[in-house]
Structures are given as C-alpha cells and as structure tokens.
C-alpha cells in the first residue's frame, strides 16, 4: 500500500506565498518522477512542474520563475514553492509519483487527494 499525503495549501491573497508539500509513504524501493498537477472547477487537470530523482526539473509556462519544485529524495516527499500568487493560481493541487514496490519491480503512478489553494485579488 502506497500513500501521498499533500499538505500546507490555504488561502493567501495576491502576491503571497505557499509552500506544498506531499510526502509518500507504504511499501517503497524507488521513486522515479515527482510532480505536481492541478484542477481549477470546469477545467481540465493540468501539469504545473515535475522532478526526476536525479533533480531535473521541468515547469509549467504560467508558473516558471514564480513556482519552485524540490525534493528529499531520503524523505520521500516533494515541495512546490509558490510565490507571487495570482487568482488564476487558485485550483486544486495534486501530488503524483511513479513508484516501485521492489527492485526490478513495475512503476506505478500514485495521486494524492489534493490541497486546496485558494488566491484572492
């Protein structure tokens, strides 16, 4: 059994700060890419910035220099950094991870339930 457990979204007001965090837990041997990804009501769930275990980094165009992914490989959790918030940022916030169970073992693709972040203007 593998769990993400999200944690630290709310609601700030334009210009502000979050910071997310999302940590796997359960039976574990490697973990592969982190991201994460949101939904805003009516819209379609969308990639917001991924890491790789070795810390390459890939972002979103509406995020880059305002959001900023990390992780502790020896944690297993993952960070989303959010700065300069706008309205348009509020949404859903998903962590997802591609796990293995066991050495040679398949990877497999696990979601969080999501954190609520909330901007207002």
């Known amino acids: 059994q593998v769990q993400l457990v999200e944690s630290g979204g709310g609601l700030v007001q334009a210009g502000g700060s979050l910071r997310l965090s999302c940590a796997a837990s359960?039976?574990?041997?490697?973990?592969?890419?982190m991201g994460w990804y949101r939904q805003a009501p009516g819209k379609q769930r969308e990639l917001v910035a991924t890491i790789t275990s070795g810390g390459n980094t890939n972002y979103a165009d509406s995020v880059k220099g305002r959001f900023t992914i990390s992780r502790d490989n020896a944690k297993n959790t993952v960070y989303l950094q959010m700065n300069s918030l706008k309205p348009e940022d509020t949404a859903g916030y998903y962590c997802?991870?591609?796990?293995?169970?066991?050495?040679?073992?398949?990877?497999?693709?696990?979601w969080g339930q999501g954190t609520q972040v909330t901007v207002s203007s």
């Open positions: 359960g039976t574990i041997f490697s973990i592969n890419a």
């Open positions: 997802n991870a591609h796990i293995s169970k066991m050495e040679y073992g398949p990877m497999y693709n696990y």
